[in-house]
Each structure stands twice: as structure tokens, then as C-alpha cells.
């Protein structure tokens, strides 16, 4: 199944590229939440929605641009769980840094995930315990926390600036930043170039998902500030509490 949503994502990542590189035009409108949302959004949408069906018709999707209503998916256990365009701001930022990502929810639970960026062609997967990175050459490498003195620390390039998160980095102690977009910030601690990924700024569970995945896989824990693993158990709301990815 892995090896399918890997070419879904590419597929995904292609009709994305079609409307950065301009083959296609760019339509931008605002969500109720005032969240932008673009023709990108949708096409990787619509390529992601109809791969998925194919490959397992029977298991519901719950995507950033089409969420189901509460009474439809309250009693999911077994569940995609996808952000077609993950970073859109980035997106019209044309930094690069945003991602699909693409997630298979079990019982709460992030059991495969796949993040992928288009711009740069690397993606990152995890699956049956195991998180892997494919660079933009094909060439694959299994991918692993790492620990670092002084201990890099990343940063949301949209939320970086928030007291809470200036505060906490004021009393951790000696470190370094680095700041990027979307899932991105999962996938640099899970390979092992950052080491700490705090985040108090609200997500949505289809932000955090896939990377979720990716990093618990190659050894990170995925935790709320009061230490417990962010859960996907279907609930009312789509916000996640404040977390930190990080080695212990």
C-alpha cells in the first residue's frame, strides 16, 4: 500500500507544480476560517481523493478541502486523513516549502504517512515502523533521530513569533533555529538535522498527521505539553492541542 500512496503523492505534487510553474492559472480564495485556499488545493485534492478510493474503497477520507460532517465520521475507526496542500501560504509565499501529506489513521493512531515536496522532489514515508527518505536523485535512505549539542531547533516560518514559543526559547538553554513551512519541520527532526520542534500556535490534524508518522517512526515522540501522543481519534473539533516533537 505504501508504494501506492508514494505515486499518489508525486501525482498530487505534479498537478500542484502545474499551477506554481504557471501551465495552469492560479485562483486564490479564503476560507471560512479567512485560511487561503488555491486551485492547487483542489487539483491535488481531486488526484488524491479518486487514487484513494481506488486503492481502498471501503475506508473513508477526511481531507483539509472536503471534511466530512461530525455525525459522518464520529464512529471512524480506520481513516485517511490528508492536507492536499500542505502550506499554502508558502505556496504564494513560492518559498517551496509545502508538502502533501497523506495519512492512514488506525485507531488514533498515525500507522503510514507520507510527506512529500514537490518544489524539491524528496519525500519522506513511514510505515510498518520504519521512516525512510527518497531524494530528488530516487536514491532511498532509512532515516533516524539524532542528538545534538547545542540542539537545533525548528521553527514555523508563518508562527515563529508568538510570546509563548519566544518564552520557551528563552529558557531553554543553549540552541540554534532554523525556521520553515508545513510538514517540513516534522521531517527535519525525524532525519535527524533538527532535534526539537515546539509548536503553541494551533494545527489542525491534517497538518500534523503525516509527519506525525514520519517522525515517531524514526524515533521521535510526538507529545502534548502535558506528555501525552497527539490522538486522531475522531473528535468534533479538527484542532490539535500545542505539542513538541522532539527525541525524549
Known amino acids: 500500500m505504501i508504494e501506492h500512496i508514494i505515486a499518489l503523492s508525486r501525482e498530487a505534487g505534479a498537478a500542484i507544480m502545474q499551477v506554481y510553474n504557471g501551465d495552469k492559472p492560479l485562483e486564490l480564495d479564503q476560507k471560512q476560517d479567512d485560511s487561503p485556499v488555491t486551485t492547487a488545493d483542489l487539483a491535488a485534492h481531486r488526484v488524491i481523493a479518486a487514487g484513494l478510493h481506488a486503492l481502498a474503497p471501503d475506508t473513508p477520507l477526511l481531507s483539509e478541502e472536503d471534511p466530512p460532517d461530525w455525525s459522518l465520521r464520529q464512529h471512524w475507526r480506520r481513516f485517511w486523513l490528508v492536507d492536499p496542500l500542505d502550506g499554502t501560504k508558502e505556496f504564494l509565499r513560492r518559498n517551496g516549502e509545502f508538502t502533501v ?20 522532489d524528496r519525500l519522506y514515508a513511514a510505515a510498518n515502523g520504519k521512516a525512510w527518505r527518497i531524494d530528488e536523485n530516487g536514491k532511498q535512505q532509512t532515516i533516524e533521530v539524532k542528538e545534538a549539542r547545542p540542539p537545533l531547533v525548528v521553527v514555523s516560518r508563518s508562527h515563529g513569533n508568538n510570546a509563548e514559543l519566544q518564552d520557551y526559547l528563552a529558557h531553554l538553554g543553549e540552541h540554534q533555529t532554523v525556521t520553515i513551512g508545513s510538514s517540513l519541520k516534522f521531517c527535519l527532526v ?8 515546539p509548536r503553541f500556535v494551533p494545527t489542525n490534524v491534517w497538518d500534523t498527521a503525516a509527519g506525525h508518522a514520519v517522525a515517531v517512526a524514526a524515533g521521535a515522540q510526538v507529545n502534548d505539553w502535558q506528555g501525552r501522543p497527539l490522538d486522531y481519534t475522531p473528535r468534533e473539533s479538527f484542532l490539535n492541542p500545542g505539542f513538541r516533537v522532539s527525541l525524549f
Open 101 to 120: 501529506n497523506i495519512t492512514l489513521i488506525e485507531e488514533g493512531k498515525p500507522v503510514i504517512g507520507v510527506v512529500y515536496a514537490p518544489v524539491t
Open 190 to 197: 525525524a532525519e535527524g538535522t533538527a532535534q526539537l520542534y
